[in-house]
């Protein structure tokens, strides 16, 4: 089972903020960076460290983290904005570690 | 622009040898400012981190596959590879390569379009 723990499924209605969360002990020490995966592609990077973004990444997606939980937000939500969204970060013996994803769709 | 392109087998048999080949262009496997690495996805699953290697050959690999896992460079072709012993059912799967840089070991920051590799007999 994954180290990091993500609810599987959200939903947003188009043009509003919506929160994924990612859960995991390590997440207290570590950041995470978060993937974009549309449906057969591969997953590309949109948010890691403190809140970056690499170039190309549009200014709605911001990272943050509290506790143990990281979360990535995007507001004003666009269509192609629906996709499955994984964490990823390293555990405390420097393995790499991802959550589950999350599916999120845009009404 | 970076690139990654994986190829080899789309079916391997049960027990055998999985091996991939991962071409790099628009950067150099040799680069001291990043890793190069493999992550695999079975079907409808999430990713699943296999390890990273450096330009000095020293490697990471996810503990669950160390016993079956090498990942190597060739820096004549710029290609990463990845050797999967003894392979089940269980290692169906899309996998990808990616490069991960220094300044932060934990990110993939550009990755492959993915080869899907099926165990069956």
């Known amino acids: ?107 | 622009q970076v690139q990654l392109q994986e190829s080899g087998p789309g079916l391997v048999k049960p027990s055998e040898t999985l091996s991939l080949t991962c071409t790099v262009s628009g950067d150099s496997v040799s680069s001291t400012t990043y890793y190069w690495g493999w992550i695999r996805q079975p079907p409808g699953m999430g990713l699943e981190w296999i390890g990273y290697i450096s330009h000095s050959g020293s490697s990471n690999y996810n503990p669950s596959l160390k016993s079956r896992v090498t990942i190597s460079l060739d820096t004549s072709k710029n290609q990463i590879s990845l050797r999967l012993t003894s392979v089940t059912a269980a290692d169906t799967a899309v996998y990808y390569c990616a490069r991960v840089p220094y300044y932060d070991s934990r990110i993939f920051d550009y990755w492959g379009q993915g080869t899907l590799v099926t165990v069956s007999s």
């Open chain 1, 1 to 107: 089972s994954s180290e990091l723990t993500q609810d599987p499924a959200v939903s947003v209605a188009l043009g509003q903020t919506v929160r994924i969360t990612c859960q995991g002990d390590s997440l207290r020490n570590y950041y995470a960076s978060w993937y974009q995966q549309k449906p057969g592609q591969a997953p590309v990077l949109v948010i890691y460290g403190n809140n970056n973004r690499p170039s190309g990444i549009p200014d709605r997606f911001s990272g943050s983290r509290s506790g143990n939980t990281v979360s990535l937000t995007i507001t004003g939500a666009q269509a192609e904005d629906e996709a499955v969204y994984h964490c990823g970060s390293r555990d405390i013996s420097n393995n790499r570690v991802f959550g589950g994803g999350t599916k999120l769709t845009v009404l």
